[in-house]
């Protein structure tokens, strides 16, 4: 079992920056591929980005392309979310996930793939 609590989250202005944390516990996060959703009131959970089990792959939603940066400390057991360039659509409560499954652009971005997940941690970002 892994256990996963987000932080981090948080109130800005459009155009503002958050740094998401996610802690794992119960097992070492370098055994997972780690992602991160997002859920807006009234949407589905959609995928924002993860991160293979080393580090070396990244992948991203078209829509935080180039203003959102996954990261991963496997010695913490952590991963990380920057969030720069928030847009009001940003708003969401955001989900750190972890999945057994070896990233592959396919698996990566498959709510299905993931096995674990923490409580989520709010965003806004105001106009």
């Known amino acids: 079992q892994v256990q996963l609590v987000e932080s981090g989250g948080g109130s800005v202005q459009t155009g503002g920056s958050l740094r998401l944390s996610c802690a794992a516990s119960?097992?070492?996060?370098?055994?997972?591929?780690m992602g991160w959703f997002r859920q807006a009131p009234g949407k589905e959970r959609e995928f924002a980005t993860a991160i293979s089990r080393s580090g070396g792959s990244t992948y991203y939603a078209d829509s935080v392309k180039g203003r959102f940066t996954i990261s991963r400390d496997n010695a913490k057991n952590t991963v990380y979310l920057q969030m720069d360039s928030l847009k009001p659509e940003d708003t969401a409560v955001y989900f750190c996930a972890a999945s057994p499954v070896v990233a592959s652009s396919v698996v990566a971005t498959t709510r299905g793939a993931y096995a674990y997940w923490g409580q989520g941690t709010q965003v806004t970002v105001s106009s």
């Open positions: 119960g097992r070492t996060l370098r055994s997972y591929t």
